[in-house]
């Protein structure tokens, strides 16, 4: 009997995606069952399909996914995304654009003929009785200490918004995205990767939307989830991976917590020294929050249990975003993706990972364009020769956009091939 038989006709793919498999073409949206099949069968004879966005096709692979959900998904080989067509669903801008490529194939190495990847952190998910809180990651020195090989508590925040896709934008997106489907992109993005031999997801607690009604049920799951972060009497104690929406970092009654949207009950307790550094490092964060009714600021941080149940804070990193969740840098940043947003553009934004927030990468990728995907750049210093606002990429196929924000207004835009219509997608 085929290993195959107790495996659900399943495949995961992108919706409006059309494949070739042996000869024969899949239209996604119109052949489900046939397509599941045939997907099933490429896997079995380890056969790739390719994606028919190009006129040459563009090479994928199958993976099949883990227990309890089984199937299949067709992903991409690793940094191939840019060879897609612009408009393709599974278009994405090359690493090299953003602190991904800095990372890919050391700190985050995917293997296609599993669909596992293994991530090097750069941080300790366990703790060990009487060491103080490090620095907190988004720090100028830990920025420049850091090697490339492993993903810092940033990196890692970065790499898995990029999974989720939540840093990808389409107008069809617009009024879609609650908590609750962060949540869910979130936790679907850390199934299949692991981190020291565990999977991560088991590692990683992100809180359910809060309601009253089911706030017993919450917190016995919560509860559970947190049960694998509590301290040992000897040796290392374990640490979790928390992802939530801060209301507030604030002085309690005895030292200082951080408040969390929909975990109104259970703060977050944090000593004297890691509250001293987290002014010191988020400073322009924290004032971009304060100013803005219009910025969320998102933590990511490690935390473990005393022996009493009191949760703790061990290292953090925050990340302002905007209302859609986007990630915005500064105040503009924040400027830039409003206007994007604005203009119902479909771009997909760029984050620097390890690297300083304010490398020379790209800010954002237009992919509405045309045959041409547009490169956004924001420059901070000066250069020699003027104030060019087009370039051409090298390599890449797409083409540039530059604004120095301290030496001009926002330009102009380039203009959309054609009027973006509004679908719901899956990132929404």
């Known amino acids: 009997m085929s290993d195959l038989a107790p495996v659900p ?20 949206a119109g052949a489900a069952a046939a397509f599941a099949d045939a997907v099933a069968q490429a896997h079995a004879c380890h056969r790739r399909l390719r994606c028919l966005c190009q006129a040459d096709g563009v090479e994928m692979y199958v993976a099949r996914l883990a227990p309890p959900h089984g199937g299949y998904a067709v992903k991409r080989l690793p940094d191939t995304g840019w060879h897609h067509a612009p408009a393709c669903p599974s278009y994405a801008p090359p690493a090299e654009l953003s602190g991904l ?53 940033r990196g890692l925040l970065h790499y898995l918004w990029d999974e989720a896709e939540l840093t990808r934008w389409h107008p069809g997106f617009c009024g879609k995205r609650s908590w609750g489907t962060v949540r869910r ?31 017993e ?21 374990p640490l979790m991976l928390l992802i939530a929406e801060v209301k507030e970092i604030v002085p309690s009654r005895y030292g200082y917590k951080a408040v969390l949207k929909h975990l109104p009950d259970h703060a977050l307790m944090l000593d004297e020294h890691l509250y001293k550094r987290l002014g010191r490092s988020f400073e322009p964060d924290l004032a971009l929050w304060a100013s803005s009714a219009d910025i969320r600021m998102v933590m990511i941080a490690t935390f473990g249990l005393s022996g009493a149940g009191v949760a703790s804070i061990h290292e953090l ?20 993706i ?20 304010k490398e020379p990468l790209a800010f954002a990728v237009l ?15 000066p250069e020699t020769g003027g104030r060019a606002t087009s370039s051409r990429a090298q390599g890449d196929g797409s083409t540039g956009w ?12 380039p203009g959309p091939a054609v009027e973006v219509r509004r679908v719901e997608g899956t990132a929404a």
């Open 367 to 381: 992919s509405d364009c045309g045959a041409d995907a547009v490169t956004l750049r924001l420059i901070y210093q």
């Open 217 to 237: 049920a919450i917190n016995e799951r919560r509860l559970a989830e947190w049960s694998r972060a509590v301290a040992q009497p000897k040796g290392p104690s």
């Open 101 to 153: 490529g800095q990372v890919l194939g050391s700190a985050i190495a995917e293997d296609p003929t599993t669909g596992e990847t293994t991530l090097a952190l750069d941080f300790a998910l366990s703790k060990i009785a009487g060491r103080t809180s490090p620095t907190p990651s988004d720090t100028v020195t830990s920025s420049v200490s850091t090697t490339g090989i492993r993903l810092s508590l």
């Open 9 to 28: 006709a399943l495949a995961i793919s992108a919706a409006g995606a059309v494949y070739e498999i042996d000869g024969q073409r899949f239209e996604v």
């Open 317 to 336: 990193c925050l990340m302002p975003v905007s209302m859609q969740w986007l990630p915005v840098g500064d105040g503009f940043g924040q400027q830039l």
């Open 402 to 413: 530059t604004w120095r924000p301290e030496m001009e207004q926002l330009p102009r835009l």
């Open 185 to 215: 992109l979130l936790l679907a993005a850390a199934e299949h990767k692991r981190v020291g031999g565990d999977p991560l997801r088991l590692r990683l607690y992100i809180p359910e939307p809060f309601s009253l009604e089911r706030r």
């Open 338 to 357: 409003d206007k994007l947003v604005a203009e119902e553009r479909v771009f997909t934004r760029s984050l620097p990972y390890n690297l300083r927030p």
